[in-house]
C-alpha cells in the first residue's frame, strides 16, 4: 500500500514538473546546456588523468632507452676487453631492460590511441550535443512563432464571432427602434386626428368677420375706400337735425 502512495506522489511529482518543464522550454535547455558543460568539464578531468598516464609511460620508456644504451656500451665494452663474465651479465641486464622496454612501448601506444580516440569521442560528442541544442532553439522559436500566430488567428476567428455576434443584436435593436418609432408616429397621428377643429374653425371665422367689420367701420369714419367693397354710404346727421328743431 505505500509503495502504491509512494508511486501515486511520484507520478503527480512527475506530471507537475513535465507541465513546467511543457512552459518553459527554454530553463529546460538551459540546464540541459549547463549539464552539457559540466560533462565535458568531467570529461576533460579524466582525459588529463589519461594523458598523465602517457606521459609516465612516456618517461619510463626515455628511462629505459637510456638504461639499454648504457647498457649496450657497457656488454660492448667488456666484450671487446675480454670480460665475459661481466660482458654475460651487462648482457643479461640488458635483455631484461629490452623486454620492459618494448612492453612499455606498447602500453605508451595503446595509451595514445586511447587517448586519440578520447579525444575524437569527446568533440563528436559535444559537437553533435551542440547541434541538437542549435535545433532545439530553433524548434522553440519556430514554436513561439506558431503559438503566436495560433493567437492571432484564435483572435481573429473570436473577434469574427463577436462581430457577428453584435451585428444581431444590432439587428435586433434596430429592430425595437423602428417597432417603436412606428408605434410612436401612430401615436401621435391618432392625436392629430382626433384633435377637434370646428370650435377652432368656428373662432377663426368670427376674428376674420369681426377684423372685416372693424376695418369697414374705420374706412367709413375716414372716407376710404376699400377694394372690393361698396362705397361708404354718407353719415346722416338725423340725430342732429332733431336736436335743432
Not at 148 to 158: D, F, Y
Amino acid at each position: 500500500m505505500f509503495n502504491r502512495l509512494g508511486n501515486l506522489i511520484k507520478g503527480f511529482f512527475s506530471l507537475f514538473i513535465s507541465g513546467i518543464e511543457r512552459r518553459n522550454p527554454e530553463a529546460l535547455l538551459e540546464l540541459e546546456q549547463e549539464n552539457l558543460r559540466k560533462q565535458i568539464a568531467n570529461f576533460n578531468q579524466g582525459l588529463a588523468t589519461h594523458a598523465g598516464l602517457c606521459e609516465r609511460i612516456m618517461g619510463q620508456v626515455r628511462k629505459l632507452e637510456a638504461e639499454q644504451k648504457d647498457l649496450r656500451a657497457k656488454t660492448a665494452a667488456h666484450l671487446r676487453a675480454g670480460n665475459k663474465s661481466a660482458a654475460g651479465q651487462y648482457a643479461l641486464r640488458l635483455q631484461t631492460i629490452e623486454s620492459q622496454l618494448e612492453e612499455n612501448r606498447k602500453q605508451l601506444e595503446q595509451a595514445e590511441g586511447t587517448y586519440k580516440n578520447l579525444i575524437k569521442a569527446r568533440d563528436v560528442a559535444v559537437q553533435t550535443a551542440r547541434a541538437k541544442i542549435e535545433s532545439l532553439k530553433g524548434a522553440i522559436n519556430d514554436m513561439k512563432m506558431n503559438q503566436a500566430m495560433a493567437e492571432i488567428h484564435e483572435m481573429a476567428s473570436g473577434m469574427i464571432t463577436s462581430i457577428g455576434g453584435s451585428g444581431d443584436t444590432l439587428n435586433r435593436l434596430h429592430e425595437m427602434v423602428e417597432e417603436e418609432r412606428t408605434k410612436a408616429a401612430g401615436r401621435a397621428r391618432i392625436a392629430k386626428d382626433s384633435i377637434d377643429m370646428t370650435g377652432v374653425n368656428v373662432q377663426e371665422t368670427e376674428m376674420n368677420a369681426l377684423a372685416d367689420q372693424a376695418l369697414a367701420d374705420f374706412a367709413a369714419r375716414e372716407g376710404i375706400s376699400i377694394e372690393g367693397s361698396a362705397p361708404p354710404a354718407p353719415t346722416t346727421r338725423t340725430m342732429g337735425a332733431q336736436s335743432e328743431s
